[in-house]
T-cell receptor, first 114, second 110 residues
Framework: DAGVTQSPTHLIKTRGQQVTLRCSPK?????VSWYQQALGQGPQFIFQ???????QRGNFPDRFSGHQFPNYSSELNVNALLLGDSALYLC?????????????FGPGTRLLVL | QQPVQSPQAVILREGEDAVINCSSS?????VHWYRQKHGEAPVFLMI?????EQKGHEKISASFNEKKQQSSLYLTASQLSYSGTYFC???????????FGQGTILTVHP
């Protein structure tokens, strides 16, 4: 049973560039959430996708956008990168209506903005 | 609003017990506990839904006091593998975002 996968594992970009991160949910899951985790902090919710629509959004600027595909995989796009965007980006998958909609995290993508 | 975890850090010897607390100022529907080791993703431990249930997982258990909006994670007879940062994630509805606390760093020494 494949867990949540993310790509790439690491990424280095410069300020002003754009980046796309990818996530494949755990088998049987249909909902994908994205989180940003700065060093020494808890994960911060960016947004959640369900049925290819943004279901809920956290307090992140419009530079952060996403997409969910018919196979439930998802992308996170960040435009006009800032130094402060350097963080671990975590994808979590869950089953809508499942027990407590438990979220299972992928290994993350570590983004460094120079 | 972010839940508050206490203590911020705890150091144990193998075999000792620990309690980690998570407190919210908002009404909660569920509390989710995760453990994260350095450089890795958070690993799901357990979920508690409103109703004051207590759950157990090997030597790790948790409780949820709905009236006080507090949850506690109990680690008994700690093992070296328990070391890591423990996060509680809270949710006010049955779906959607988890709001995480700042984490509790647990270190278990031989």
């Amino acid at each position: 049973d494949a867990g949540v996968t993310q790509s790439p594992t690491h990424l280095i970009k410069t300020r002003g560039q754009q980046v796309t991160l990818r996530c494949s949910p755990k088998s049987g899951h249909d909902t994908v959430s994205w989180y940003q985790q700065a060093l020494g902090q808890g994960p911060q919710f960016i947004f959640q996708y369900y049925e290819e629509e943004e279901r809920q959004r956290g307090n992140f600027p419009d530079r952060f956008s996403g997409h969910q595909f018919p196979n439930y995989s998802s992308e996170l796009n960040v435009n006009a990168l800032l130094l402060g965007d350097s963080a671990l980006y975590l994808c979590a998958s869950s089953l809508a209506g499942g027990h407590g909609e438990t979220q299972y995290f992928g290994p993350g993508t570590r983004l460094l903005v120079l | 609003q972010q839940p508050v975890q206490s203590p911020q850090a705890v150091i144990l010897r193998e075999g000792e017990d620990a309690v980690i607390n998570c407190s919210s100022s908002k009404a909660l529907y569920s509390v989710h506990w995760y453990r994260q080791k350095h450089g890795e993703a958070p690993v799901f431990l357990m979920i508690l839904l409103k109703g004051g249930e207590q759950k157990g997982h090997e030597k790790i258990s948790a409780s949820f006091n709905e009236k006080k909006q507090q949850s506690s994670l109990y680690l008994t007879a700690s093992q070296l593998s328990y070391s890591g940062t423990y996060f509680c994630g809270t949710r006010g509805t049955s779906y959607g975002k988890l709001t995480f606390g700042q984490g509790t760093i647990l270190t278990v020494h031989p």
